[in-house]
């Protein structure tokens, strides 16, 4: 470790340095698992322009990462069913300490904070009793494990605080799986995805889909400052999808968006991540299967862009900005959608905005 970091570094063992923030680490303004061209694993940060701040070494492929409210901290999962994840020191690029899930436990990708930055919060399964898990780890304590609750359903997958609170809202995608098994998925036939809402523990609202929708597991979650929760889908039935995306706010009906049969087709039923524009008006998906980003306004398709294996979104201002796994960063503002040069990492399912 050298310059910078190395130097704050020092300050910081020495106890003379100010408490860090998240400019200390380059300002970012998104994280991002990637991989390298050497076969490593990294976390990434990336700042506005979308430049890379900073690449911190990961012990396997990553999924996604919860960034600490207030200090320059970060926790990045592992790829599902994987059982680690790495808390990092983005502002000095160490390893604070890294969780494993309980025994009988993996986690799903997926982890949010409390208000307060106090506790994180763990998506998990309990897969010998086929049952959803949220893990509870105190980060004033090295981020030991203080607890559990039910998720709500099975197979939880992303998880987001409410605004303004430390109520949570939950996708459980209602697919059922077991590491003797890999990814395969056990209950289609019976599957039941919900959304849950949790507060302390207990579930204070759960929505589901239509019965006839029963197959289209919920996975990815973003939340709106007015606490509108979006949320896309993937879809384990015959034919074609019927929706794959929705908006819920608490105590109202689910509103699925309107998009024509050709329009679903061709996102190839996955939803691979979600995104509410820092206005809230619009709200953009991808599709790595269907290499397509389409963008909704006022309940139905607006537009779509062809990008290849793109993933990662995540607001940059009253648009997005987008991930791919060739190592694609663009940037989606209205109509124009403008394509950097390929970075050489291959970007992981999520962006992560700061």
């Known amino acids: 470790m050298t310059g910078r970091r190395g130097f704050l570094a020092g300050l910081l063992a020495t106890g003379l340095a100010p408490a860090p923030t998240w400019a200390d680490a380059g300002s970012p303004s998104y994280l991002s698992a990637a991989a390298r061209p050497d076969g490593r694993f990294v976390l990434c940060g990336i700042d506005a322009t979308l430049a890379v701040a900073f690449q911190i070494p990961l012990p396997d492929r990553g999924h996604a990462a919860a960034a600490h409210p207030t200090r320059p901290e970060a926790v990045a999962f592992a790829r599902r069913p994987g059982t680690f994840a790495v808390v990092i020191d983005c502002a000095t690029g160490t390893e604070q300490t890294v969780l494993q899930a309980p025994r009988g436990r993996h986690f799903y990708g997926h982890g949010a904070y409390s208000q307060d930055g106090r506790l994180l919060f763990t998506t998990e399964n309990d897969f010998e009793a086929g ?43 209602g697919i059922d799986t077991h590491p003797d098994t890999g990814r395969t998925k056990l209950n289609i036939p019976t599957m039941r995805p919900n959304l849950s809402y949790l507060d302390d523990g207990a579930v204070i609202e759960q929505i589901d889909l239509p019965r006839d929708m029963h197959k289209n597991s919920i996975r990815h979650l973003a939340v709106a400052p007015d606490g509108t929760v979006a949320f896309g889908m993937q879809w384990q039935g015959h034919g074609p999808a019927p929706a794959l995306v929705g908006l819920h706010r608490f105590g109202q009906e689910v509103a699925l968006m309107a998009s024509d049969p050709d329009n679903l087709r061709d996102m190839q039923g996955y939803i691979g991540s979600i995104a509410i524009a820092a206005d809230g008006e619009s709200i953009a998906v991808t599709s790595p299967r269907g290499g397509l980003v389409q963008v909704f306004h006022d309940g139905r398709l607006q537009r779509a862009h062809e990008v290849a294996d793109v993933c990662g979104v995540a607001a940059m201002g009253d648009g997005f900005a987008l ?21 050489r990492l291959r970007w992981d399912n999520h962006l992560i905005g700061l």
Do not use: F, M
């Open 131 to 173: 049952r959803g898990v949220v893990g509870l780890w105190d980060a004033a304590r090295g981020y030991a494990r203080v607890g559990e609750w039910d998720s709500g359903g099975i197979g939880p997958h992303d998880i987001k605080r409410c605004p303004g609170s430390d109520a949570l809202v939950v996708a459980n995608g």
């Open 323 to 343: 991930t791919s796994g060739i190592g694609t960063l663009a940037q989606l503002h209205g109509t124009a959608l403008r394509v950097s040069t390929p970075a």
